[in-house]
T-cell receptor, first 109, second 114 residues
Framework: GQNIDQPTEMTATEGAIVQINCTYQ??????LFWYQQHAGEAPTFLSY??LDGLEEKGRFSSFLSRSKGYSYLLLKELQMKDSASYLC??????????WGAGTKLIIKP | GAVVSQHPSWVICKSGTSVKIECRSL??????MFWYRQFPKQSLMLMAT?????????EQGVEKDKFLINHASLTLSTLTVTSAHPEDSSFYIC??????????FGPGTRLTVL
């Protein structure tokens, strides 16, 4: 079956760095997405990786290793507004998104 | 990025009534739109894939006679929850596909069935 695993909850301190991991097993691979979702709102797009390596976008970076079925989202210089759920999703061979359960990130002052 | 709207943003209805939710791609044409449901503290669950001009494809366990989907144009898909019950209360989110690896989400519709 298809499976996306990510931690349920993480806590970090304002100004620090946090890494949210995601491992996946899917039928085919057409890219991995990270979305941010604040409570009561729809997800917003953060990053897309289809090739191995690190993609940097401001304070956020995303890494992919296709051979290991592994990705992480790295958030630097954490701000209180970064408190949200972070969803990992993989696009399978049918171009359908398979979603992880999300990681709730709690930022403490 | 591309913009997707949903209407209404929230709705409260009585048990047994039907509710229609609209999803529009405002600045692009989408041959494919997706409908998701999200219960509190859970991830998105794909309900169905809506293709313009053809019948929607429903995920296993989703009743197609209860959740009616119409994708009448390249910019509009509707989801009608028929004979709604309290257990249908949820956050319904649509997304529209611009390209194969690009989907844009609507803001979501919070449905509360009394």
């Amino acid at each position: 079956g298809q499976n996306i695993d990510q931690p349920t909850e993480m806590t970090a301190t304002e100004g620090a760095i946090v890494q949210i991991n995601c491992t996946y097993q899917t039928s085919g691979f057409n890219g991995l997405f990270w979305y941010q979702q604040h409570a009561g709102e729809a997800p917003t797009f953060l990053s897309y990786n289809v090739l191995d390596g690190l993609e940097e976008k401001g304070r956020f970076s995303s890494f992919l290793s296709r051979s290991k079925g592994y990705s992480y989202l790295l958030l630097k210089e954490l701000q209180m507004k970064d408190s949200a759920s972070y969803l990992c999703a993989v696009m399978d061979s049918n171009y359908q998104l398979i979603w992880g359960a999300g990681t709730k990130l709690i930022i403490k002052p | 990025g591309a913009v997707v709207s949903q209407h209404p943003s929230w709705v409260i209805c009585k048990s047994g009534t039907s509710v229609k939710i609209e999803c529009r791609s405002l600045d692009f044409q989408a041959t494919t739109m997706f409908w998701y449901r999200q219960f509190p503290k859970q991830s998105l669950m794909l309900m169905a894939t809506s293709n313009e001009g053809s019948k929607a494809t429903y995920e296993q366990g989703v009743e197609k006679d209860k959740f009616l989907i119409n994708h009448a144009s390249l910019t509009l898909s509707t989801l009608t929850v028929t004979s709604a019950h309290p257990e249908d209360s949820s956050f319904y989110i649509c997304s529209a596909r611009l390209r194969e690896n690009e989907q844009f989400f609507g803001p979501g519709t919070r449905l509360t069935v009394l």
